[in-house]
């Protein structure tokens, strides 16, 4: 299971460059690992369906100190991306988060 683990790593990375490359502007590496797919307390999801498609929501925090907030950049995902982060959203993170529980109890 461990290598399924750094297999799914190495796919999300994968992953992450077919999203920059084929949803218009690129954003910043800081804005894309950092995603959030559920809100927390300091910041909000960056998964959305606007209609019928998905879209990543970056938060540009360059210029949050003379703004007072973040600047919100979507990415509309191709349906290539869309369907792929269907999967990984619902499926597949929520079992690696079960094997990295079972393996890395603490």
Known sequence: MQ???VEYTDFLLKFMAAF???AGSPSRGTEVTCMQIRNTASRTQGLYMIGRRMAIVAQYSKTSAIKG???LIPHILD???QEIAKIVVF???PF???IISI???S
């Open 69 to 71: 907030h973040d600047t």
């Open 96 to 98: 690696a988060k079960q």
């Open 91 to 93: 499926q597949t993170h």
């Open 3 to 5: 290598s399924w683990l």
């Open 79 to 81: 349906a290539f991306c």
């Open 103 to 105: 393996f890395f109890p």
């Open 20 to 22: 920059a490359v084929g």
